[in-house]
C-alpha cells in the first residue's frame, strides 16, 4: 500500500504570496493532519480533517487554512506568506480520527519564503 | 495541558553501544504514546506505540519502550546501535478526543563508528 504523498516536495516563495500544499492520505485513511517543523517551534499540530470537516485547529493565524476533499485528499494554503512561515510541512493520515489512531507521516513540503 | 519533555537534546553513543532515550509526559488521563524517528530531509517513521497492556512495547528496527506511569516516562531502549540509527527521534502524546499529536523537541541521536 502506498504511503502518504506530498507535493510539491520543495517551494519558494517570496514574502506576501500565497501558497497552497497537498497531501493524499495512504488508501482507505479517512483522517489527515497537519503539521509545521521548525527549528525554533519544533513541531507544531496546524489543523486535523476527518470527512471533509476540520475537527481541530493549533494555535496558528488565519493565514493557515486547510480543507479535505470527498476522497479524503487535503490542502493547505497559506497567504501573505510571511519569512517566518519557512519550514517543513508534514502531512499525516490515519485511519480515524482520535488520538488513539497511529498518525503516518508523509515526506513533507519544505518551503523556503524568501 | 498535555507536554511532552526530551531531556537530551542531543546523545552520542558508540556503534554496538546499548541506547536509551528519554521521554516524559504530562497528560490527565491515559495518555496514548508514540516514538517516532526522522532522518535528514525525511518525514516521520513510526517506531512503536503505546495505548495500553503491556508496558514494555516492541517496535521496529529492534527498539523498544517502556511506559511508567509512576513517572510519567516512555523511554526508548536499543540493546546494540547500529551507524544507521543515526537520526532525530521524537516522543509524542496523543489525547483521546483529537487528532493532535504533541511532540518533545527531539533528541538526536549520533552514532561513533
Known amino acids: 500500500k502506498a504511503g502518504v504523498t506530498q507535493t510539491p516536495r520543495y517551494l519558494i516563495k517570496t514574502r506576501g504570496q500565497q501558497v497552497t500544499l497537498s497531501c493524499s492520505p495512504i488508501?482507505?485513511?479517512?483522517?489527515v493532519s497537519w503539521y509545521q517543523q521548525t527549528p525554533g517551534q519544533g513541531l507544531q499540530f496546524l489543523f486535523e480533517y476527518f470527512s471533509e470537516t476540520q475537527r481541530n485547529k493549533g494555535n496558528f493565524p488565519g493565514r493557515f487554512s486547510g480543507r479535505q476533499f470527498s476522497n479524503s485528499r487535503s490542502e493547505m494554503n497559506v497567504s501573505t506568506l510571511e519569512l517566518g512561515d519557512s519550514a517543513l510541512y508534514l502531512c499525516?493520515?490515519?485511519?480515524?480520527?482520535?488520538?488513539?489512531?497511529?498518525?503516518?507521516f508523509g515526506p513533507g513540503t519544505r518551503l523556503l519564503v524568501l | 495541558a498535555q507536554s511532552v519533555t526530551q531531556p537530551d537534546i542531543h546523545i552520542t553513543v558508540s556503534e554496538g553501544a546499548s541506547l536509551e532515550l528519554r521521554c516524559n509526559y504530562s497528560?490527565?488521563?491515559?495518555?496514548?504514546l508514540f516514538w517516532y524517528v526522522q532522518s535528514p530531509g525525511q518525514g516521520l517513521q513510526l517506531l512503536l506505540k503505546y495505548f495500553s497492556g503491556d508496558t514494555l512495547v516492541q517496535g521496529i528496527k529492534g527498539f523498544e519502550a517502556e511506559f511508567k506511569r509512576s513517572q510519567s516516562s516512555f523511554n526508548l531502549r536499543k540493546p546494540s546501535v547500529h551507524w544507521s540509527d543515526a537520526a532525530e527521534y521524537f516522543c509524542a502524546v496523543g489525547s483521546s478526543n483529537t487528532g493532535k499529536l504533541i511532540f518533545g523537541q527531539g533528541t538526536t541521536l549520533q552514532v561513533k563508528p
Open positions: 497528560y490527565g488521563a491515559t495518555p496514548y
Open positions: 499525516a493520515s490515519s485511519l480515524l480520527a482520535g488520538g488513539q489512531e497511529t498518525q503516518y
Open positions: 488508501s482507505g485513511h479517512r483522517s
